[in-house]
């Protein structure tokens, strides 16, 4: 049975549409930062109480409230500058919220909230609020961002005349997610899950962190118990001093009794003080000048459970899972930003991944994980699919079965299947069991595969476990050529990489052939290749012909241009100097040297008749008589004839 949503229209498997009786709203399909509710089946999102009141203007969901009181994480104002934790529902006097105060919240980004009972009479359950904000007590150039918890007490009613209105048990302190091997600090929280006993008194909190210096290209997974909070929660108090401009703690001695912060119990009921509401004047100003705790929390196992790099987790889902063997296991579902769903197993201290699902046709983030049963629902922003958590039926054999160490599948000897009952075989220890009392897995068949010179190839090879070590056969040896990747081998085709290839996979001393490949050139693809090849080459001929005809005809006509250009230099050149005529291959027609009297000018009379005189450029009163001896110029392609120059 598949079941896919989307936005619009519930497809079931048979095929039919089912349009959702839910009025629409514009915030459907999303995950609104910083509220937390309350309804059945989705406990990380909603929040109980006693009283009944309908959820009306505070969060913008279709969703009617029938089930409990509404604590919401959120901002008062429509800039979004005044975050709040509020009881938002229920009767009016019982409706309080923070301060406005960057001591009790500056500029968080809320993440998840969860409940947790605290005995069963009720009095001392709480809810626990978990978000990054940005941290006071560090003396940094830069502003640092710190993960936070903090908690409040399901029955508290504000204060008579301090705290009017507002939590009287509001406490914080921040959570530590360090890798003591990178020694990298994971301080941005991204996801909270909370896995809760089956009484419901105690829970491990799961966080999804990333550091705020990588970018979130780096995510890590750390887990915290209640009783390390409640160890923190009733620890020292933290303080600001005025007078020496640094952060301490608070001694007991200037702690007022009763203690500050404390859920109103029996005790306490019997102490006289039978509501906050009784609470005197010093307590409550102690607790609204002190939310912040000075003890930190740090995670179980001293560091992260689990550390993935080049990978932005998004949201993170958690149950427990006991195997045949009668151990319990926890077991991760991690969504990432592309669309991607990673199944990890926590075994001792680590958890790792044997599991990595592509859930949607295009990349998108998961926005939403909810276990419900035997499925794990995720859902985008356009649609909503499901996951078996007990999908068994891809083992194939016992050594499969047994190295993907998925604790809720085991090995029937009996019916030599994967199984879900007792009796069956499960994890590493009961390997010589499965590899000698069962065969291994059959040899995968051949695939050929037709591949193209120098095209770039990817023979998949998955490996059965995250444990398991995987070689390859390959027909060329040297290792240059080959680039070994965590699903398989790639490399550029070339005549001798064509061949037989075969991936063999190992663990624990057992393991079997998990795909072969048989590398061949594809005919047609060569036959095309060839064909190619002369049409290229006649293209390149024509090309380079048609570009050689274009540089000359380029060439020419640059010198044509540059040729035209000196002409016209030289003709307007003349016409400056009084010259009409263009260059002749005549000589000077005068016989004599140049002297002072006879410039090199008069080889031109008519320029220098133009420019001294009236007559060859002299004026009448030097000319005695006219020479006899006449020396002539014949002028070519001109007018002019001849003219006649005597000399002086």
């Known amino acids: 049975f598949s079941y896919r949503c989307n936005v619009d229209t519930c497809l079931l498997g048979t095929g039919q549409k089912h349009q959702p009786s839910i009025p629409q709203s514009p915030h459907m399909g999303q995950r609104l930062p910083g509220i937390t509710t309350d309804l059945p089946h989705f406990p990380s999102r909603f929040r109980h109480s006693s009283a009944l009141q309908p959820g009306h203007g505070v969060l913008p969901s279709p969703l009617p409230l029938h089930y409990g009181v509404l604590y919401a994480a959120t901002v008062s104002n429509f800039l979004g500058t005044q975050p709040i934790i509020s009881r938002a529902t229920g009767n009016l006097e019982e409706r309080i919220r923070t301060e406005i105060s960057v001591t009790w919240l500056n500029d968080p980004v809320f993440v998840g909230s969860t409940f947790l009972r605290g005995g069963e009479s009720g009095e001392d359950d709480k809810i626990y609020f978990f978000f990054t904000e940005t941290a006071r007590e560090y003396d940094f150039y830069e502003q640092v961002k710190v993960p936070r918890v903090a908690r409040v007490c399901k029955g508290d009613l504000g204060g008579l005349k301090t705290l009017q209105k507002r939590w009287t048990t509001f406490l914080k302190t921040q959570l530590v997610c360090l890798d003591p091997e990178s020694g990298t600090n994971f301080n941005l929280l991204k996801d909270v899950f909370t896995l809760r006993s089956v009484n419901g008194t105690s829970a491990v909190f799961y966080g999804l962190f990333s550091a705020q210096r990588d970018g979130g290209q780096v995510s890590a997974v750390c887990a915290y118990s209640i009783r390390d909070v409640q160890t923190a929660m009733d620890g020292r108090f933290k303080e600001f001093k005025q007078d020496c401009d640094k952060w301490t703690s608070v001694t007991g001695g200037d702690v007022p009794e009763p203690r500050p912060g404390a859920c109103i119990t029996r005790s306490m009921k019997l102490a006289g003080f039978g509501s906050s509401l009784a609470l005197p004047d010093r307590v409550l100003t102690f607790v609204r000048d002190h939310p912040l705790m000075d003890q ?278 003349r016409e400056r100097n009084g010259l009409d005529l263009m260059q002749s291959n005549t000589t000077s027609c005068s016989h004599e040297p140049h002297t002072p009297s006879s410039p090199e000018d008069e080889r031109h009379p008519l320029a220098t008749a133009k420019k001294n005189g009236s007559v060859n450029g002299f004026p009448h009163l030097y000319i005695n008589e006219l020479d006899k001896d006449q020396a002539r110029i014949y002028l070519t392609g001109v007018p002019l004839a001849k003219c006649d120059e005597t000399s002086i």
């Open 296 to 573: 930190v929390v740090h995670p179980l196992e001293m560091g992260p459970v689990l550390v993935k790099l080049d990978t932005h987790y998004r949201r993170i889902a958690v149950h427990r899972v006991r195997s045949v063997s009668g151990q319990e296991y926890d077991v991760l579902y991690l969504g990432t930003e592309d669309g991607h769903l990673h199944k990890a197993v926590k075994i001792a201290q680590q958890a790792v991944i044997i599991e990595d699902l592509t859930l949607f046709p295009e990349p998108q983030p998961i926005q939403n994980l909810q276990l419900y049963q035997s499925w794990l629902y995720v859902g985008s922003s356009t649609e909503v699919t499901q996951v078996n958590t007990t999908d068994c039926e891809r083992y194939k054999s016992c050594i499969e079965c047994v190295l993907g160490r998925d604790p809720s599948c085991a090995w029937s000897r009996e019916q030599e299947s994967v199984a879900h009952t007792a009796g069956a075989l499960s994890h590493v220890q009961l390997l010589p069991q499965c590899s000698v009392s069962l065969p291994l897995a059959d040899v995968p068949v051949t695939v050929e595969v037709p591949v193209s010179l120098a095209a770039r190839v990817v023979l998949p090879c998955t490996p059965p476990s995250a444990w398991a070590t995987c070689m390859w056969q390959r027909p060329s040896q040297d290792a240059t050529v080959y680039a070994l990747r965590s699903d398989g081998l790639e490399f550029t085709v070339t005549e001798t990489s064509l061949g037989d290839y075969t991936c063999q996979c190992v663990e624990g001393g057992a393991g079997g052939v998990v795909a072969s490949y048989s590398l061949v050139r594809d005919s047609s693809s060569a036959n095309a290749w060839k064909s190619t090849e002369r049409n290229y080459s006649v293209l390149v001929g024509l090309l380079l012909f048609f570009l050689g005809f274009a540089a000359g005809s380029g060439c020419f006509f640059i010198y044509e241009r540059r040729r035209q250009a000196r002409l016209q230099r030289e003709l307007l050149s």
